[in-house]
Structures are given as C-alpha cells and as structure tokens.
C-alpha cells in the first residue's frame, strides 16, 4: 500500500488551497486530520456543533433538508475538489442542514475552533481562508436564488 | 440549403403528418413529422425552428429537435397554452401546418476545430439536439466535447435515454444536473453553471466554443461562469426565445433591442446581445 502523504502536501493538492503559500499552508494543516466516511454516513448534521470543516477529496457527499412527513430532499450534491461545511464561521457555530456520504467519501477535516484560533493569531491566515470561503459562499448563495426562482418550472401561459 | 416548408411563400403553411407522436415528461411531447402533400422532407439547419399551425387553434414558434441529417421532422412541444395545449391531444396520422424552417441556427460548422461545450437547461435541450447529432456525426472535427444538462427533478430529464447513451460514449463528457432529488436519485443536485468547470471537462478556454439554451437565468449564471474561466463571449452562444408571431422579421413582436429574434436569430453570439439581454420581454 502507498503510504499516507503528509496532511500538507494533501492541502496544498486540494483546490481550495491553491495558490496559498507554504507557510500559512503548514501553519493551518496543524488543524486538520484524514478522516474516511463510508456510504450512507453522516458527515454533520442539523442542530450539531459546528466545529470542522471537510475538504472532500474523493467521493459524492449530499447535502440534506430535512422535511417533516417526507424523505429528506438532497439539494446539493458535493464532490471531489469541493468544501462541505461553512458554519464553523458563523456564530452559532451550529450546523443548518446534513451532510450525508453517498459514497465512500475521502476528506481531510479540520478543526474549526483550532482554525479560528489561527485566525485571531494571524491575520494574514485569516484572510486567506476568509478569501477563498467567499466565493463558495457567493456561489451557493447564487445556486440557491436559481433553485428558489424554480427557473425550470412552468412558465407563464402563452400561446 | 434548407428546403422552405412553404416552396417560397413565407406565411404559407406546408400539410404534414404526425407520423409519430411520443410522450417525454410531463407535458412535454414529441412529433415526427412527414410531409401530406408530396412534397420533399423539410431539410433545416441545427437550431432552427418552425411555425406550426393548427387551423382554427393558432400558431406557435417550435424549435425542430431531430437530426438534421435527415429522417422525419421532429418537434418536441411543451404543452404551456392554448394552442400547444390543443397540439397535446393531436395523435398519429393527424395533420399539421407546417412553415419554416426559420431564424439563425447554431455555428457548428464555424466551431469546428475547437472545443465544444452544450449547456442545457430544463427543454432547451430540445433545440440543442440537432447539434449534438451533428457534432456527433462529425466528431472527428472537434476537439474535446461536453455536455451540461439541468432539470428540476430526476423525473423532469428530457431525452434520458439518449443523455445516458451519449454518457457511455468515451469520446464525450456528459454531466447531468437536477434542483432538487430524494434520496433514490444518485446523480448529482445544483445548478448548471456549477457543472463548468475545465477541472473536471478539460476544456480549452481560449478555444472553446460554447452553446446555450434554457431558461434565461440559468443562461445568464451559465454564461458568468463560462467567463470566469475563461471562454470569450464572442464564443458563447444563446438560444433566445421571444413571442414570435410571423417569424419573418415583419411584425416586431420579437424586436429585442435592435434585433429581431426570428429572423436574427433565435441564436446569438452572447456579445452581441449582452446591452440587451437583461431587457425584459418587449
């Protein structure tokens, strides 16, 4: 078996820290860990602590709502090269919704309280991952104004 | 070229034959069609479409959905009206008025030799397929070819089969996209744009080309996202849809900024309509 990669070199292959330099790199993989999550296992769910994020690296993780009397509505899929999780950054720090493995999914966790630490110690370190949380926020928000507007619905009575 | 519905008057519709009738998904139907008055077959170019009338109902603008190279004149209708409502309950062997084909069609000749993005969303995948056949017909000369499908539900996917088929071929990258699933569904749920992404179809920006129909939101995000990574809106074309009553440039219900849609059209280079394309319907 090939051995594990350093959790550095692991980071500095995933997209979301492409570009970051070596130092805040290092710096930050101090916080994270591999964890490996089998089909049909939870990787968060709604009302929990927020206390990590997951950079996925191999697999499909879905993104759940939970409707009372109904099967749960996946309204996200997540794969490779994808984060899962943002609430870590935002006070409560409590999880909205589940994330939910559909298949074996890689990914390397890291911890949200160490990162916020890291983030207070470091400024600098703090705008690199605020500067690379932005656009995946900016992106779902868009996503979701999409799927709120129901763009594929039917349209207005014509002809 | 294209042989006119009409043998050169242009409000004068030809009699075809339902030859064929099928349902696709809720609402949604497909005709082939066969001329009724001896006349040759309608030959089109990918993109293009017709008005198809039924007496005493109405007429209605419809993209031809079939493979230009030839076979029965294929339309795939969303019944959404009054007439396409009418048009629903037609069966094999009934008759049709046929004129057209109209507009400006999509550049798959001019995009040979580059790369090949389809970006479809919902029943704009219905314009798009005469140039999916075509490209697939002469795939030797195109580069690399993907293509982007968005629908609402799993159960709202247009021309699954075929999208599954196109999918097992290794000469094509094909990402299939839905709003939203239950938990059966293990395809992937968001939006379009999110499926451009030269990480995982790699695509050449600076020698792509791509083609877009759907809804106009999801063409605008779309576009945003094919300009980020670097695809010029020059190479970006949209399908428009517009209220579009004689097809022929003359009554200017279709008038978008300067351009008719019928005529002009219904496809654009992205550049030359971005001033307008925010514009609400005229």
């Known amino acids: 078996m090939e051995p594990l990669k350093p959790l550095d070199e692991l980071l500095h292959e995933h997209p979301f820290f492409a570009g970051m330099d070596e130092g805040p790199r290092k710096y930050i993989a101090g916080c994270g860990w591999n964890e490996v999550f089998h089909a049909g296992d939870y990787l968060f769910r709604a009302g929990q602590p927020a206390d990590k994020f997951f950079l996925i690296r191999h697999g499909t993780v879905a993104i759940e709502l939970h409707v009372p009397g109904r099967e749960p509505l996946v309204v996200e899929t997540l794969q490779d090269g994808d984060i899962a999780g943002w609430s870590w950054l935002v006070p409560p720090h409590k999880w909205s919704n589940d994330a939910r493995a559909s298949t074996l999914v890689r990914a390397i966790s890291l911890d949200g309280r160490c990162l916020r630490g890291k983030c207070d110690e470091d400024h600098s370190v703090g705008y690199e991952i605020f500067k690379r949380f932005i656009p995946v926020i900016a992106d779902r928000l868009s996503a979701v104004r999409m799927q709120l507007v129901d763009v594929y619905g039917e349209p207005g009575r014509r002809r | 070229m294209p042989q006119a519905a009409s043998h050169g008057v242009p409000m004068l519709p030809r009699p075809f034959r339902i030859a ?263």
Not at chain 2, 45 to 72: C, K, R, T, W
Not at chain 2, 77 to 104: E, H, M, N
Not at chain 2, 184 to 197: A, C, E, S, T
């Open chain 2, 20 to 282: 064929r009738a099928r349902r696709e998904i809720r609402n949604v139907f497909t005709w082939e069609l066969v001329p009724d008055d001896g006349g040759p077959q309608l030959g089109f170019v990918p993109g293009q479409f017709n008005m198809l009338y039924l007496h005493g109902v109405g007429e209605v603008p419809i993209s031809i959905s079939g493979d230009p190279a030839g076979g029965a004149l294929t339309h795939t209708i969303r019944a959404v009206g009054a007439v396409t409502d009418v048009l629903q309950k037609l069966r094999r062997d009934d008759s049709i008025g046929v004129r057209g084909p109209y507009g400006v069609g999509w550049p798959v000749v001019e995009a040979e030799g580059n790369d090949i993005l389809i970006v479809a969303g919902g029943l704009g995948l219905a314009p798009l397929r005469p140039a999916i056949h075509h490209v697939l017909a002469h795939r030797e000369r195109y580069g690399s070819v993907g293509i982007y499908y968005g629908a609402r539900t799993p159960a709202d996917i247009l021309f699954r089969k075929e999208l599954e088929r196109w999918r097992g071929r290794f000469d094509l990258f094909v990402e299939v996209t839905v709003d939203a699933a239950e938990r059966g569904w293990g395809g992937r749920v968001g939006v379009v744009p999110k499926l451009i992404d030269p990480k995982r179809h790699n695509f050449d920006p600076a020698h792509t080309v791509a083609l877009l129909c759907g809804p106009e939101m999801m063409m605008r995000y779309s576009v945003e996202a094919l300009e980020r990574h670097g695809v010029d809106s020059r190479r970006i074309y949209v399908s428009m849809e517009r209220n579009m009553h004689c097809a022929i440039g003359l009554c200017g219900h279709c008038q978008l900024g300067s351009e008719f849609i019928c005529k002009d059209g219904p496809v654009f280079p992205f550049a030359r309509l971005a001033p307008v394309f925010h514009l609400r319907e005229l």
